[in-house]
């Protein structure tokens, strides 16, 4: 509800403004109550109104968005309310949840998690292209700095890649300050008609793609083989980002974007994903990131907000990455965070066994 | 009409009390296959899935990672929404109408048999109001039930001969899961579930998986072939505490097919649609729902039982698949309803088949007491 309420306050808009809402929920073990959408109705606003709820994992968040564009983008509605909030602590441990996310038969016996998940991408990356520990650090180094300008992350500070080499091994080679935290928050956003949007705002911004892509669940099968692909990447995520540009026109993301709001829970998740996203070649992600390409002064400043890294409410994580990215288009990111002349910003989503990728591009008036 | 997305295919499996012999996956490789075989269609033709499931009876926290696969979204733009199967085609349609996409593949299921059903339902109260109470979803039902027919002064008759007139209807349905028919003595004699319900009054737990092709306006021109038309659909939410709610009466119901209707230029629903596939998740819910959905004033829904006008030879049959009361794959039900209205306007219906329907009504509902409510129209 505090999260509907200020979306709306920042949009200047009433309840009475909203047609329908999206409700974004991913897994709904965390907070112990099933379907708990429902149960959310009343909170926010949705009672009355067109109201449905969208899960796609970790991406749900951008998912929900997505929703809400295609409410408006299909001339159903003029304004649209996507909001939703997480509680993930209120379970005993997120990790013994998100090991019944594997199929049954085949990988739930391995004591699969995200954790041991993220190794292998790690240990994949490191395989290939010579990526070294150090350099996954100076991820959560410059996420966390970044983060001292964000009033709502959750993990903030000044650390190094010492600090980081030593916190704890969760799985070879993940550390713990590789790792997301377990985060409670909410977060909405309106999104309204072409219309409406240049009356009542003066610099809003616009959605210029959205798209997602599935693949496998299965981690044997999503490298080697048959597979066209390779764990060490995200190629699903490129292929949702080729769509994206196409939809925004972008022809060279290194260029036109200026900032990325990406959901990226490991360190290395984010190596893979500007790769990925084409904002530099396969196995350069790390040398970049060193050369401060992707600091808040770089060439593309990636989670400004200190991203998923910082905080992370599962529920809304992705949509937090569109809220602040809108923030970016908007120019109204908080002082510090604001990137200089964003002209699109890309956020991102990355649900299920690194299997859903969403994208959406958020752009100025052209 | 050419405005409007439309149907090219659907597919079902056999309903079932428990498909012992196949896997969930199994059960949603052949929906997805039997649909896209029904459109002539090749998977390579569809730009996107919409999938609706639900985690907790799917016994896993993330469904549509293993499942999205079977449903045929290996690296397609895939999206999931969890309510009722009937909500992934209102998504998919606005993304079709978007015109972002041309061909997509709706898909939902539900293996009962494999899921503890009411405590996964008990699970759903909240934990500090009602889930100290101990209702389930038929304790809540009976609650709706009771307001309903103490408010309009209902005989449990009425409501049996909602039972008898369903079953009826599933004996000529193969699909059907319970496919004999029931006596009225026969559900005055069932065993009390919870006041004023009966064993018979209630849907059974059955398993199955249902798919839809839905293409876009666009792509539906090319077509040469007369398709089924999605020309109306609506859909909206209720309160979740059942003290905040009238349970006689259905509000959200009433909005979402107000809105159904305004898309589909419907005026008078009763002298226009031909056949209806509603929520029937006890015989009340379809008490309830005729006057939700306008087919009569408020307390009237027992003259249309009494008159028979709901009744296969009817003006207006509603459910004559045998509805809920026969099948009920729980999250897939609503979906498995606009799938049975696509065979009654494509006139596919089969042994159940309503002669000359041209327009069908489908109704899904979410949440404890249809919480939720979407109302779809179809047309030839």
Known sequence: MQAAMAALDDAGMTMEDIEAVVYSMAPSEFLGVNEPDRWCVDAVGGRGRPFMRIHTGGATGISAAHAGFYHVASGLFDSVLVVGADKVRECRDSQQVLNTIWDPLFERQFGLTTITMAAFQAVRHMQIYGTREERMALVAVRSRGNALNNPVAHLKGRITVDDVMASPYLCWPIKKYDTCPSSAGGAAVVIVSEEKARKRCTRPAWIKACSEVANTVFLGDQMGGMAQMDFADSDILAMAAEEAYRQAGIRNPRREIQTAELYAPFTICELSMVEALGFCRKGESGRLNEEGFFSMDGGIAVNPSGGTLCANAIAITALARVCDGALQVMGKAPSGMQVRNVRHAVCTGEGGSFQFHAVMILGDDD | ?380
């Open chain 2, 1 to 380: 009409m050419s405005d409007k997305v439309a149907i090219l295919g659907v597919g079902m499996t056999k309903i079932d009390s428990a498909k012992k012999d196949q896997k969930l996956d199994d059960m949603v490789f052949e929906a997805a296959s039997k649909a896209l075989a029904q459109a002539s269609l090749d998977r390579e033709e569809i730009d996107s899935v919409v999938i609706a499931a639900c985690d907790e009876l799917d016994g896993r926290c993330i469904s549509s990672m293993l499942l999205a696969m079977p449903a045929g979204a290996y690296l397609k733009d895939e999206i999931k929404v969890t309510d009722d199967g009937s909500y992934g085609v209102i998504l998919a349609a606005m993304r079709l109408m978007t015109g972002l996409f041309d061909l997509s593949l709706v898909v939902s299921w539900c293996k009962t048999s494999e899921a503890p059903l009411s405590d996964v339902m008990s699970m759903r109260w909240d934990p500090f109001y009602h889930r100290g109470i101990g209702m389930n979803h038929i304790t809540a039902a009976a609650l709706m039930a009771g307001a309903y027919a103490e408010r309009h002064g209902i005989s449990s008759d009425i409501p049996a001969k909602v039972v008898v007139k369903n079953r009826r209807n599933g004996s000529r349905n193969l699909n059907a899961h319970l496919r004999t028919p029931v006596t009225m003595g026969e559900v005055r004699l069932s065993p009390r579930v919870s006041w004023p319900l009966r064993a018979l009054d209630c849907a059974p737990e059955s398993d199955g998986a249902c798919a839809l092709i839905l293409a876009s306006p666009r792509r539906a021109k090319k077509l040469k072939r007369d398709a089924v038309r999605l020309a109306g659909f609506g859909w909206a939410a209720d309160s979740y505490y059942l003290g905040e709610r009238m349970l006689w009466d259905s509000p959200s119901l009433r909005i979402a097919a107000g809105k159904a209707y305004g898309m589909a230029k419907i005026k008078e629903p009763v002298a226009e649609i031909d056949a209806a596939e509603i929520s029937d998740f006890t015989s009340y819910h379809e008490l309830l729902a005729y006057e939700g959905l306008g087919f009569c004033g408020s307390g009237q829904a027992q003259d249309l039982i009494r008159e028979g006008i709901t009744a296969r030879e009817g003006g207006l049959p509603v459910n004559p698949s045998g509805g809920l009361l026969c099948s009920n794959p729980f999250t897939a039900a609503g979906l498995f309803r606009i799938c049975e209205a696509f065979l009654q306007v494509a006139g596919k219906a089969g042994d159940h088949q309503i002669r000359g329907a041209t327009k069908a009504l489908a109704q899904g509902s979410a949440g404890f007491c249809a919480q939720g409510n979407a109302v779809f129209v179809l047309t030839q």
